[in-house]
Structure formats: structure tokens, C-alpha cells
């Protein structure tokens, strides 16, 4: 596998993770291959890991890994959901959803399985998957206790060492939900919508005790630094609709989650930040500054943000929408929404229309941040269109499949992938075609302009 050879090298470290060897001085292969597939200069890549404001999620046990890197210096990241519930369960549905995943461009994939066969599931997923894989352990603790009540600060350190040891590159952990948090958002309409964060919620409340994750956070990092697995801050009191966006619960967390950092920096455990779901366009700027403040420029891994709440079923457009501003303003990596978003869980396809959408939200940041070559794409298709070069098109095209298919739908004939037209303009109303005239009346007058530019030219001289 790929990474064997790599990670046997650097066997016997009791810290195994990507931040402690790059405060070393050391360039890992992964930070090489980083920097080879984000265009970068190696040191830049391990100086960003060093320094906490770039990640490389690559548990020493997956090893089929392809290394990738989430920061404000590489490009905009996507991640995908899936994962089955507890009245679906189907090991080859999540494979399947897996591959339509990394098929259209996920970047990440998180494992969220709450029924049954999560073992079996996790483990499938990565054994064949080249994308990092995160998860959120308390959901498997949770189904093993059965209950709150009989959940223990024991069991969820266990099952942090147990995903672990199978190869999960990170762990969405709500260590931020604390005890005197929850009064903060009984003015909510709809208090907390986090699952995570209101489990634990629940625990502190029937256990009278402070969140275990948090008590126990020098264990956590224990796991983490052994297996390389980076946290991924989970945002348990994030706004579940637009009416609690940028409240004092959402916003105390993520003060706590600043603190927990600097805590796993200490440990040379690397670090992201989930953000908000739902954000009025005009607060989202904001929430992304603040989350670099706060949390010392660590990653911000954004979960939309969604921009309005009244359309259910196009919630994968609502949010895009959001994710863009996102994504421009400084946010590493985009958690993509399906259209099944507080409707019911997403099937493969529902899985596609996700990513396409977020994919497009994170090219547009890229663009608009200016990355380089990020635009090569699109001019080069542009360019394929102006040629009308129709297989060009379809072959730069982010999804070339929907691409050709619709245009084959009223021209299917091969002779039409040679035309000037398409079936929206016909061929006497094309524009592009038209515009040949206006090339050539252009090239007329840049030839007529040599011709005088010449003819002044040899007057002069003979003069």
C-alpha cells in the first residue's frame, strides 16, 4: 500500500502525528505528496502543519491513503456525509455511496452510521477508501451502553482506541458542550440541533457532571497523538436555523474549543473547527473571523453554512450558496448538504447532487481567492465552447456524464458534436457563431492599422 513504507519508517515514536514530526523539522512523505498535489513548496506545507493552520488527516493505519491537506493555504476542501440509521442498514448502500463520494470530487468522507453493523461498515469503507475517513465515536459508545445513563467518560476513551486502531483519520468530538453552556440557548427556537451535542447535553445533565470529553481531554489526545488521528472540534451548539445564528451559546463553545486547541497543540495533536449550519449571508464574513480569532487560525471546516430555512428539499442550493462566502472568507473545507437535508436520509444520488454543489462552492472561493491555476479550467473549457469543440467541453465539464447527456437530449446525432449550435439557438441564432463577423471586422482593422503603422514606417526612413 502506499504509505507502508512511510509509516514503518517512523515506527516507535510515541507521537505519530503529522504536527509533531513538522515541528521537528522533519518533511514527512506526506507532506512531500501534499505538496506536490496542491502545487506548494514542501516547506511551506510543513511549516502551515507545524504551526497548526494546515492539517493532513492520515491515521498510521490507513495506509491506502492518499494524503491531502486542509488549511487556509491550500485549496478549498469538500467533505461528504454518510453513513447508515437506524431503519437503514446496508454495508454495500454505504460502499456505494462511498464511491459516488470519491467519484465526484469528495475530498473527505465522514462515516456517520448510527444503526446497525457500524463495525462492519467502518471497516469496509476503509479498507477501499483513498480519502481520509472521519467519524463520531460517541454515536458507536452510545449504541454499545445503550442508554446516557450507563455511558461512561471509560467507554468513550475506549472507543476512541478502538476506531483508532481500524484506521480513522478523524474524530468529531463535542468536548466543547459544557455544563453552564446550556442555559444559553433555552431562548432558541430550535435549541440544539447537533446529535452529538445533544447527547452530551443529555449525559451532563443526567450525570450531574461535566462533560466527559472535556475532563478527559489529555486522555483523548493520548489516543490521538499515538495514531495520528486529528480532531475535528465539533460545534454542538451551532444555530439550527437562522433565528439562532451568532448567539452567545454558538459562540461561548467556540471560545471553548479555542482553548481546547492551544491544549492539543501542546501535544502536537492537529486540530480543525466545525462551524455553523445555518447563517444569514451577512453573518457568515463574520463567523469565519471570529472562528480564526478565537481558535487561533486553526482550520475552519464549515458545515454550509445554509442561508435561508424555507426551502427543504433544495437545501444542497441553500447552503452552497453560503458555502461560497465560506470558503472566499477563509473557511479550509466545506461539509457538503444533500438535498435530503432535514428530510430523511441521503441515497446515492442525493450524495452526488451534494457534492456537485460543493464542489462548485469551493472552485468559486478558490477563484475568487485568487488561487493559482485555480481558473485554468474554466478557461480552457471556455475556450473548447468558443470552438465549439463540443467533447472538449464534456470532457473538462465537472460532471461530463449530465453534461453530454443533456446536450444529446434534443441533438444525440454524432454529426451534431461538429456543429456551430446547440438546440437552445439553432445555427442562425447562435451568438458565438455571429461573432465570427465581428473577428473578422476586427482583423481588418488590425490590418489595415499595420498597414499605415508600416506606411509611416517608410516614410520615415526615407526622409
Not at 456543429?419 to 465581428?438: A, D, L, Q
Amino acid at each position: 500500500m502506499l504509505r507502508s513504507e512511510w509509516v514503518s519508517k517512523r515506527a516507535g515514536s510515541p507521537n505519530q502525528s503529522q504536527m509533531h514530526f513538522a515541528r521537528k523539522g522533519i518533511l514527512t512523505e506526506e507532506m512531500a505528496y501534499v505538496a506536490l498535489r496542491e502545487k506548494l513548496e514542501p516547506e511551506l506545507v510543513r511549516s502551515e502543519v507545524a504551526r497548526g493552520r494546515m492539517i493532513i488527516p492520515a491515521n498510521i493505519n490507513h495506509l491506502n491513503l492518499e494524503p491531502m491537506a486542509i488549511g487556509i493555504a491550500a485549496l478549498c476542501k469538500v467533505n461528504a456525509n454518510i453513513g447508515n440509521s437506524q431503519t437503514t442498514s446496508d454495508v454495500d448502500g454505504e460502499l456505494n455511496k462511498l464511491q459516488y463520494s470519491v467519484k465526484y470530487g469528495a475530498d473527505t468522507v465522514m462515516d456517520l452510521s448510527t444503526g446497525g453493523g457500524i463495525d462492519e461498515i467502518r471497516k469496509a469503507i476503509l479498507a477501499v477508501s483513498p480519502v481520509p475517513i472521519g467519524t463520531v465515536p460517541l454515536y458507536q459508545a452510545l449504541q454499545i451502553s445503550k442508554d446516557t445513563e450507563h455511558l461512561t467518560a471509560d467507554d468513550l476513551i475506549d472507543i476512541l482506541e478502538h476506531q483508532a486502531k481500524q484506521g480513522v483519520d478523524y474524530f468529531t468530538i463535542h468536548a466543547g458542550v459544557l455544563m453552564e453552556h446550556l442555559p444559553l440557548v433555552k431562548n432558541r427556537i430550535t435549541g440544539i440541533v447537533s446529535r452529538g451535542g445533544s447527547i452530551m447535553a443529555q449525559w451532563m445533565i443526567e450525570h450531574h457532571q461535566q462533560n466527559p470529553f472535556y475532563t478527559h481531554w489529555d486522555k483523548v489526545l493520548e489516543v490521538c497523538a499515538k495514531y495520528d488521528v486529528t480532531i475535528s472540534a465539533g460545534d454542538g451548539l451551532r444555530p439550527g436555523c437562522l433565528a439562532d445564528a451568532s448567539d452567545a451559546a454558538q459562540f461561548a463553545e467556540l471560545a471553548t474549543l479555542g482553548e481546547l486547541t492551544k491544549r492539543a497543540w501542546e501535544k502536537d495533536v492537529q486540530v480543525m473547527i466545525e462551524g455553523p449550519g445555518h447563517v444569514p449571508f451577512d453573518q457568515i464574513q463574520m463567523n469565519v473571523e471570529k472562528e480564526m480569532e478565537l481558535c487561533h487560525e486553526a482550520p475552519f471546516y464549515v458545515l454550509g453554512p445554509l442561508v435561508t430555512d424555507f426551502a427543504p428539499g433544495f437545501d444542497h442550493i441553500t447552503s452552497a450558496i453560503g458555502a461560497t462566502m465560506a470558503g472566499f472568507h477563509g473557511a479550509a473545507m466545506l461539509c457538503y448538504v444533500t438535498p435530503k437535508e432535514h428530510l430523511g436520509l441521503p441515497n446515492a444520488e442525493d450524495v452526488k447532487q451534494g457534492l456537485i454543489a460543493y464542489k462548485i462552492a469551493a472552485h468559486a472561493a478558490d477563484i475568487a481567492r485568487k488561487r493559482k491555476g485555480a481558473r485554468d479550467r474554466d478557461d480552457a473549457l471556455s475556450r473548447a465552447r468558443y470552438a465549439f469543440d463540443w467533447k472538449k467541453q464534456f470532457e473538462l465539464a465537472l460532471d461530463p456524464e449530465t453534461a453530454k447527456s443533456m446536450h444529446d437530449e434534443t441533438l444525440p446525432e454524432e454529426y451534431f458534436k461538429t456543429t456551430e449550435f446547440c438546440s437552445m439557438c439553432g445555427p442562425k441564432f447562435c451568438s458565438m457563431h455571429i461573432n465570427r463577423t465581428v473577428e473578422e471586422y476586427n482583423a481588418r482593422l488590425d490590418a489595415e492599422q499595420k498597414q499605415r503603422t508600416e506606411g509611416k514606417r517608410t516614410l520615415n526612413v526615407a526622409l
